[in-house]
């Protein structure tokens, strides 16, 4: 392998691998393919009002690089005065341990301010990751964003 600013084939964040599931790990695909994992891994965030809800639209893979952005968004909403939140996961195509942790840490800071936290997944391979860890009892999970927002 090779390090940081070592020439070709060097990853110039310094990450040779990167997780793609919880127990598999690539090799950074900068070496193979020209560019570096962190172009190739996105995250989308788009928010909307419904009723009296923060709609956040969630798109892409939800990780240990991704999540920060994720936290730093819903801690916005929290900061400027949303007590109501749903996080639609419909476009996420990964979601790990990380990207959990950053969805337990919104759930809990809305209970502090009385507020409300929902999740609306209808992706199997998301609801199998609940199920497992016993989230599926800890977020409202709605199918759809009109469920959980009662609309």
Do not use: N
Not at 2 to 17: I, Q, Y
Not at 40 to 54: D, H, Q
Not at 93 to 102: A, E, Q
């Amino acid at each position: 392998m090779g390090s940081v600013g070592s020439g070709r084939g060097a990853c110039p964040t310094g990450r040779w691998w990167y997780p793609v599931s919880p127990v598999v790990m690539v090799e950074c695909p900068w070496r193979v393919y020209g560019s570096c994992e962190e172009d190739l891994m996105e995250l989308s965030l788009a928010t909307r009002t419904v009723g009296e809800f923060a709609v956040v639209v969630v798109g892409g893979e939800v990780d240990v690089y991704t999540a920060p952005q994720l936290r730093e968004g819903l801690l916005e909403l929290i900061d400027a005065g949303v007590e109501h939140v749903v996080v639609d996961l419909g476009g996420v195509d990964f979601l790990d341990s990380t990207g959990l942790g950053v969805l337990v840490g919104a759930l809990k800071r809305l209970r502090t301010v009385g507020g409300s936290f929902a999740l609306v997944c209808d992706r199997e391979p998301l609801l199998k990751i609940f199920r497992i860890t016993a989230l599926d009892q800890v977020f409202p999970l709605y199918p759809t964003v009109d469920a959980a927002t009662g609309v």
